[in-house]
Each structure stands twice: as structure tokens, then as C-alpha cells.
């Protein structure tokens, strides 16, 4: 929390500058999804080149991030890892609703360290998720904020597996938090988004969620109400072959009609 409370003082005051200088245009505040770090770097970077525009980025679980921006952060591009943080924020008045957009899908998958014996585990009516964990932690984002929890949720509870698996729970702040844990073997299985998985040579996936398990993994973006004329330009550039081309080959499925 002291990081977040330092990052959120850091991009007020950024936010501050950017209003009393000249070059204000050549900067963006983007507030993202945790499990986009290494695709939207490499689509900001190619912004930068293409734009001249500098996005400066805060990632974080979309719960967490969406109230920041209720309270006062100054985002003007949000990217939430789910649905239900992105219609908060439209019931809060906090973002554009005529720009909206579904913009990428992902995959809930199983991993494990990259040593693990445990290999091609099939998730479904009779999977125990439980034994398999055996005396270790499940590691997956908090239920009550981070989508990937909520999503891991609503397989187990689907799956018959939540009353079993909830115990054994750690939950943390972010999906890449997750990620780390099982990297470092501190906690095995792991409950994330492929494409985290494909971005962690430390982990393997063991297993698929089957999709029908939950509800569908949809990373809407918007502009916020404090975002200015040139935000248009990046989520016009969001939904463009060229970050079309990055996504996708960072394993994102992407869903937004190509501009």
C-alpha cells in the first residue's frame, strides 16, 4: 500500500505539471490491468515512435486502479481486465461511455513451477484442485478486487471446488504478483491468464479453465472524463493492426474491430 500511495503522489504531480507546462501533449497517464505490462510496454514504445507521445503507465489490479481514479487520479486511458471494474466506473461517472470498447480476450489456466512432476491436468467435474495442492498455497489475485481472482472464483465455484480450495488461498494485489509466487516456488498451483503464463519462464500451464466455467475474460478500455483531446488518438492506436500485431503475439485474443 506505502508503493501505491508513492505511485498515486507521483502521478498527481505529473498530472500537475503536465497542466502548467507547454508540453503537455507529449505526455499520457494510462492506467492498465496488471497483465498487460509486457504487451502495452511494447505497444507504448511503439506509440512513442509513431506519435511522439510519451505513456506513462500504472499497472495494478483494475479494482484497485478504478478507484484511484474515482478519487481523483489523474488517468486519462483506462484498461480494465474485466467488465465489472469498467462499469464501476461508468456508474461512477469517471469514464467516457461513447468510447468504450472491448478491446482483448485471455485464457484462466493452471500453472506450476517449470520443474513441477505435475503435467496435463484436466479441469473439470472430478479435478481436485485441493489434493493436488497438497500442503501448498493456491496463488491467485484477491477475489474481491482483482479480476483474475474473481474469475478463478467463479470456475472453482462452478467446478464444485470452491468450498475445498478457498482455504488454501493466497491471494495477493495482482495477477503478476500470483505469477511471482509460483515462479519462486512459494506457492504451486498457480490460477492466472495465459498470457502471464507465456511472459514467466519460471512456470509452465498444467491445465485450462474450461471458458464455460466463467464468465468471459474481457479487457474493455475507455477514456477517462479527465482525459484530454489527444487521448483519442492512443485508444484509436489501441485498436490499430500495428498494436494488433503486438497483442496477439503476446497471446491476447483481440476483439476490437480493427481501426
Given at each position: 500500500?506505502?508503493?501505491?500511495?508513492?505511485?498515486?503522489?507521483?502521478?498527481?504531480?505529473?498530472?500537475?505539471?503536465?497542466?502548467?507546462?507547454?508540453?503537455?501533449?507529449?505526455?499520457?497517464?494510462?492506467?492498465?490491468?496488471?497483465?498487460l505490462k509486457d504487451a502495452l510496454d511494447e505497444v507504448n514504445?511503439?506509440?512513442?515512435?509513431?506519435?511522439?507521445?510519451?505513456?506513462?503507465?500504472?499497472?495494478?489490479?483494475?479494482?484497485?486502479?478504478?478507484?484511484?481514479?474515482?478519487?481523483?487520479?489523474?488517468?486519462?486511458?483506462?484498461?480494465?481486465?474485466?467488465?465489472?471494474?469498467?462499469?464501476?466506473?461508468?456508474?461512477?461517472?469517471?469514464?467516457?461511455?461513447?468510447?468504450?470498447?472491448?478491446?482483448?480476450?485471455?485464457?484462466?489456466?493452471?500453472?506450476?513451477?517449470?520443474?513441477?512432476?505435475?503435467?496435463?491436468?484436466?479441469?473439470?467435474?472430478?479435478?481436485?484442485?485441493?489434493r493436488l495442492a497438497g500442503d501448498s498455497r493456491i496463488a491467485?489475485?484477491?477475489?474481491?478486487?482483482?479480476?483474475?481472482?474473481?474469475?478463478?472464483?467463479a470456475a472453482l465455484q462452478k467446478l464444485g471446488q470452491w468450498?475445498?480450495?478457498?482455504?488454501?488461498?493466497?491471494?495477493?494485489?495482482?495477477?503478476?504478483?500470483?505469477?511471482?509466487?509460483?515462479?519462486?516456488?512459494?506457492?504451486?498451483?498457480?490460477?492466472?491468464?495465459?498470457?502471464?503464463?507465456?511472459?514467466?519462464?519460471?512456470?509452465?500451464?498444467?491445465?485450462?479453465?474450461?471458458?464455460?466455467?466463467?464468465?468471459?475474460?474481457?479487457?474493455?478500455?475507455?477514456?477517462?472524463?479527465?482525459?484530454?483531446?489527444?487521448?483519442?488518438?492512443?485508444?484509436?492506436?489501441?485498436?490499430?493492426?500495428?498494436?494488433?500485431?503486438?497483442?496477439?503475439?503476446?497471446?491476447?485474443?483481440?476483439?476490437?474491430?480493427?481501426?
Open positions: 500500500m506505502k508503493h501505491a500511495r508513492i505511485l498515486l503522489t507521483l502521478l498527481f504531480a505529473l498530472g500537475a505539471s503536465a497542466t502548467n507546462h507547454a508540453n503537455a501533449q507529449d505526455k499520457m497517464i494510462v492506467f492498465a490491468a496488471a497483465s514504445t511503439a506509440y512513442k515512435q509513431a506519435k511522439g507521445v510519451e505513456i506513462v503507465t500504472s499497472y495494478a489490479g483494475s479494482g484497485a486502479l478504478i478507484k484511484q481514479i474515482e478519487q481523483g487520479a489523474p488517468a486519462e486511458v483506462f484498461i480494465s481486465a474485466d467488465l465489472e471494474s469498467m462499469d464501476y466506473g461508468s456508474e461512477k461517472k469517471v469514464i467516457q461511455d461513447k468510447t468504450r470498447v472491448n478491446l482483448l480476450g485471455n485464457k484462466l489456466v493452471l500453472i506450476a513451477p517449470v520443474d513441477s512432476k505435475t503435467n496435463n491436468v484436466t479441469i473439470n467435474g472430478s479435478f481436485d484442485l485441493a491467485t489475485g484477491d477475489v474481491k478486487a482483482v479480476p483474475v481472482g474473481r474469475y478463478a472464483q468450498d475445498a480450495v478457498q482455504p488454501k488461498l493466497a491471494m495477493v494485489e495482482t495477477v503478476r504478483l500470483a505469477l511471482s509466487l509460483v515462479a519462486r516456488g512459494e506457492a504451486t498451483p498457480g490460477i492466472v491468464y495465459e498470457t502471464d503464463a507465456k511472459a514467466e519462464p519460471k512456470v509452465k500451464v498444467i491445465g485450462a479453465f474450461p471458458a464455460e466455467s466463467h464468465p468471459p475474460i474481457v479487457y474493455p478500455a475507455a477514456l477517462t472524463t479527465a482525459a484530454r483531446q489527444n487521448a483519442s488518438a492512443y485508444l484509436d492506436y489501441l485498436q490499430s493492426p500495428a498494436a494488433r500485431s503486438i497483442f496477439e503475439k503476446r497471446g491476447f485474443t483481440f476483439m476490437a474491430k480493427t481501426s
